[in-house]
């Protein structure tokens, strides 16, 4: 059974800097493609940024360089870490593994974790 616990979220001011973590259990990271997705009341879920099982490093055109992505496969743990944040980058972040990519571009994933909320005031 696949398993993906994050950690990290809370509330920050524009500008200032988040990490977010997830714990996969049931799932190697370091053999497949796994990454975070946000989602904000009201609008769809958006691939945020990705990791493949060949290292390859995708982000969500939004991104801009202010977030990277990192995994550590001793420990089994993807993360995320924020920088620059705006209040636009206010969702849930989800971290997501067996992640693909539909011919329009749009990201989708095969196991979710729960969540972990980001707020980011003005």
């Known amino acids: 059974q696949v398993q993906l616990v994050e950690s990290g979220g809370g509330s920050v001011q524009a500008g200032g800097s988040l990490r977010l973590s997830c714990a996969a259990s049931g799932y190697t990271i370091s053999r497949g493609s796994v990454g975070w997705f946000r989602q904000d009341a009201g609008k769809a879920r958006e691939g945020v940024a990705a990791?493949?099982?060949?290292?390859?490093?995708k982000y969500g055109d939004f991104v801009k360089g202010r977030f990277t992505i990192s995994q550590d496969n001793a420990k089994n743990t993807l993360y995320l870490q924020m920088n620059s944040l705006k209040p636009e980058d206010t969702a849930m972040y989800y971290c997501?593994?067996?992640?693909?990519?539909?011919?329009?571009?749009?990201?989708?994933?095969?196991?979710w974790g729960q969540g972990t909320q980001v707020t980011v005031s003005s």
């Open positions: 990791i493949g099982r060949d290292g390859t490093i």
């Open positions: 997501a593994a067996a992640i693909g990519y539909f011919d329009g571009g749009r990201w989708y994933a095969s196991y």
